[in-house]
């Protein structure tokens, strides 16, 4: 009784954490000043780039029980997400599983690769070659442009760390705003 008690308040928190990564995924900053692509692919890469650093934060950490709980069903919650999205636009039963087959893949790989920039020990050079891989699909941005999305990831890797493995379960998590 009271493990499913827990589970379902870690349930509940990864809910509450994916509303607010795909509420800052969807600021029209990215889209509008930064040049993000608005489309399926951008809002997808963009919820993605939020969600690989909130659960490189919660890796980072030593992890309990509670932690890897919290990830596992973030990650339940996003793909679940997407299916549903899939199907809303139309996308045909036998393709669903496909589609997110290949999201999967696509998310596997950016998590590594940002993991791999936040560990760097010039984290925001890191960043970059990732973000025009991932966010701009190769199509180099305007360096000033590149230069403020890697500090805003930078930012977003910083605050995040200040977060405890409780405010994450409790409370969310806060992001830096768009700027």
């Given at each position: ?37 608005d ?37 339940e ?93 409790l ?9």
């Amino acid at each position: 009784m009271i493990f499913s008690r827990q589970n379902k308040k870690i349930k509940q928190a990864a809910y509450m954490l994916f509303t607010k990564i795909v509420s800052q995924a969807r600021m029209p900053h990215f889209y509008s000043d930064w040049g993000v692509a608005d489309t399926v692919d951008g809002r997808f890469d963009l919820i993605i780039l939020h969600l690989a650093l909130v659960v490189d934060r919660l890796e980072s950490h030593e992890e309990s029980k509670q932690v890897a709980l919290l990830i596992r069903y973030l990650q339940e919650v996003l793909f679940d997400n997407m299916d549903m999205s899939l199907r809303e636009m139309g996308v045909g039963d036998m393709s669903v599983g496909k589609k997110i087959k290949i999201m999967a893949e696509a998310y596997n790989g950016r998590l590594a690769a940002y993991a791999g920039a936040t560990r760097s020990d010039d984290m925001a050079e890191s960043f970059k070659p990732v973000l025009i891989k991932n966010i701009y699909r190769q199509q180099m941005p305007e360096q000033a442009i590149l230069d403020h999305f890697t500090s805003y990831v930078v930012r977003q890797v910083k605050c995040l760390e200040k977060q405890t493995d409780e405010d994450f379960i409790l409370t969310g998590l806060i992001f830096k705003e768009v700027r």
